[in-house]
């Protein structure tokens, strides 16, 4: 299914080599202002050629807006958006058809569509399907700002090197501003050399490298979620590996906290004024999968690209033979990078989805 959400659904469709990608929104609330210049903020934090550690495949990704919106502002019918591809080269891809690259769904989606799915670019299976994505992100992201919720990621590793992580208690509201329009999002700015030049070493090197990123969501009031299979956890995690590249994802202390005893990682509950608040914040700001008032804080670890051009091992589907393969085309030395406002994107929509399942909205 391409399809997600249950208070406010999306639908994403296109092929990373079609005529155009885009998204469907449906169960947005009516007379919502969107400030169009914040939507292609976030579109262009995503886009493709814009930054040398990223793909130079240049696309403008602007949205091209079909229904749901009148005068800036939302109507209530589905608001649909289509992104036109215009920079392809498809040639690129000819040979993945009977050649799948390691670490992509090549194979597995020869396998589920009986050889006929797009294979171009990677088709529905390609990271381009997350502008419209991050489109559905910006327009959500701009209503729940308005009800004091902001959210904002950043590069928190890549390879080895790590920046410094958010303050799980109390999240500067300037930095958060920072973060979410910039595109190299860093806590520690000092981290982006060093960064950058291993991104660079591995493109040079005909190479790929993964990373991960940390998000926190402030402003969501205590009591939005549910138990058991509709938590906070569960909404997120659902959208966040829907997300290409996404291989793992972690609350609060994460995997750190299970090495931890129960005095070490329980938080503490004290009253600041009428209020009740943790002094830390291990529990990522859910409990039992419901929001406690505290920094929802989460990270997502993401692979290295699979598209790389060194000589790789794989087989022949056609001949049914081992064969190799060298991986041509304009790919993303690390996509961590443009993945920041992807994960800042889910994060919106899986928040307005638990506030509106709550009537908290």
């Known amino acids: 299914m391409s399809t997600w959400g249950n208070g406010i659904k999306i639908s994403l469709f296109g092929e990373s ?28 934090r995503r886009a493709p050629g814009k930054d040398p550690a990223a793909t130079p495949r240049l696309e403008k990704d602007i949205p091209e807006i079909l229904s749901g919106i009148l005068n800036d502002t939302t109507t209530g019918a589905p608001l649909c958006a289509v992104i036109r591809n215009e920079n392809t080269r498809s040639q690129d891809y ?3 058809s009977v050649l799948p ?21 990677g088709g ?13 992100g910006a327009v959500c992201r ?19 090197l790590c920046d410094s992580r958010f303050d799980g208690v109390q999240i500067d509201e300037e930095l958060m501003k920072r973060l979410s329009t910039v595109t190299f999002g860093l806590i520690d700015p000092s981290r982006e050399a060093p960064m950058r030049e291993l991104i660079e070493e591995c493109r040079l090197s005909q190479d790929s490298i993964g990373g991960t990123v940390e998000c926190a969501v402030t402003g969501v009031s205590a009591g939005a979620g549910s138990p058991m299979f509709d938590g906070v956890e569960n909404v997120f995690a659902s959208i966040l590996f829907g997300i290409p590249a996404v291989k793992g994802v972690e609350f609060g202390s994460g995997f750190e ?24 914040n291990h529990h ?24 790389i051009s060194r000589p790789q091992e794989t087989v022949n589907l056609r001949e049914k033979k081992d064969a190799s393969l060298s991986v041509h085309g304009r790919h ?11 994960i800042e994107a889910a994060a919106a929509l899986a928040v307005i989805n638990l506030l509106k399942e709550g009537n908290l909205l």
């Open 17 to 44: 080599h079609g005529g155009g990608i885009g998204v469907v929104i449906d169960g947005l609330p009516a007379g919502e202002k969107i400030d169009q210049e914040a939507l292609f903020l976030q579109m262009a």
């Open 94 to 96: 000819g040979n993945l």
């Open 101 to 121: 690259r390691p670490g992509h769904a090549d194979y597995t989606g020869y396998l589920r569509y009986h050889g006929f799915n797009d294979i171009r670019g």
């Open 124 to 136: 529905h299976f390609s990271g381009r399907l997350t502008a419209p994505l991050v489109f559905a």
């Open 142 to 160: 701009q209503i729940l700002e308005r009800r004091g919720i902001r959210i904002a990621a950043h590069i928190a590793s890549i390879g080895n």
């Open 257 to 280: 906290g299970s090495s931890r005893r129960g005095s070490e990682n329980n938080d503490a509950f004290y009253y600041d004024g009428d209020t009740v608040r943790t002094r830390t």
């Open 284 to 307: 990522g700001g859910s409990l039992g999968g419901i929001t406690s008032g505290m920094p929802i804080i989460f990270r997502t670890a993401l692979k290295p690209t699979p598209s």
């Open 332 to 342: 993303d030395p690390c996509i961590v990078v443009r993945a920041v406002p992807v």
